[in-house]
């Protein structure tokens, strides 16, 4: 019911923005485009995707340890593709979670150290794109209400996944917190994601100069996801500050992670026009929308295969 709830609510919002929309000049924007920039920034998909594998493969405890019977580069792949199956369907991009169960069930990792390495890989995602985007924002030129109201909500989301992930004593407080408040029901779920939080503070703060080079790395991927969106807007031959767009394209992934829509299709494109309007019509807005669903679309149409492989019980 939930599912079929996020798809309506995708699917009226998408109504609304091609109601409102020239659907014919959306058409145009699309058969005037550049070719070249076209290829260049769609084809970016398969090297992002290779190297938040590597990073997967490079998380992982290496051959040797009882816990681990390691990864390689090929298995990191099709695990990313798998769960880019999931990630069109679940919120928030929930199917990257999915990874754990994935690497417990082929005997890469125990269970709670799978499901840390992923909370820890997932951190440094949202954390990285939490970092461009008020590296975005303080460039921002136009200082507004609007634009105080998304600093100070950005900068508060960051400062809090900082906390969380440096200090064990502010992540206790903040599940025992989360027990009060939540329903009975949940009470489980939260202690399983607080003992995989305390085994992913015990594994990975005991190198820092691991920790630093991971963290380095999630910040060059999301540079890198963020600069094919405006390989995007070149491509749409649209111009917007490459600074500026770094806020810009980064609230609009906020946006789509918002657990209301399919994938965060609908809010996403929503927010592409919204943000972009000071540089380029809606019809492109929307065009750039489109575009950044393939981000996730064609991912996930390269991990069916493996996303049935996986779903095999293992013997």
């Not at 000049?25 to 398969?46: A, D, E, R, T, Y």
């Not at 820092?208 to 991927?221: G, M, N, P, W, Y």
Request: proline letters at 4%; glycine letters at 6%.
């Amino acid at each position: 019911m939930k599912r079929l709830i996020s798809l309506i609510i995708s699917l009226l919002i998408l109504i609304a923005i091609y109601w409102k929309i020239d659907f014919s000049g959306l058409i145009k924007v699309f058969q005037n485009s550049n070719p070249i920039w076209m290829i260049i920034s769609i084809s970016m998909i398969i090297p992002l995707t290779m190297l938040t594998a590597w990073r997967l493969q490079q998380l992982m405890p290496k051959k040797g340890r009882k816990s681990s019977s390691y990864l390689n580069f090929r298995e990191a792949n099709e695990l990313i593709l798998a769960a880019s199956v999931l990630n069109m369907i679940l919120p928030s991009k929930m199917g990257d979670i999915v990874k754990a169960y994935f690497m417990k069930q082929r005997g890469h990792l125990e269970g709670t150290l799978s499901l840390s390495l992923v909370i820890f890989e997932k951190s440094c995602d949202l954390i990285s794109l939490l970092i461009w985007c008020v590296f975005g924002l303080i460039v921002y030129p136009e200082k507004d209400l609007l634009f105080w109201m998304m600093t100070a909500g950005v900068a508060s989301g960051l400062i809090i996944g900082l906390l969380l992930l440096s200090s064990r004593k502010i992540a206790s407080i903040f599940f025992a917190t989360s027990r009060k408040i939540a329903p009975k029901k949940m009470s489980l779920k939260i202690d399983s994601l607080e003992n995989s939080w305390i085994e992913m503070h015990r594994y990975f703060w005991h190198d820092k100069l691991q920790l630093i080079k991971f963290a380095t790395l999630s910040l060059f991927i999301w540079f890198g996801h963020l600069s094919q969106i405006w390989f995007f807007i070149l491509a749409l031959n649209a111009k917007a500050p490459f600074i500026e767009s770094l806020a810009l394209s980064s609230l609009a992934i906020l946006a789509g992670l918002l657990p209301l829509t399919f994938a965060g299709v609908g809010t996403r494109d929503a927010a592409f026009i919204l943000f972009y309007q000071p540089y380029f019509p809606q019809e492109v807005g929307a065009a750039l929308g489109l575009l950044c669903t393939s981000r996730y679309l064609l991912p996930a149409i390269a991990g069916l295969p493996f996303f049935g492989k996986y779903l095999v019980t293992r013997d």
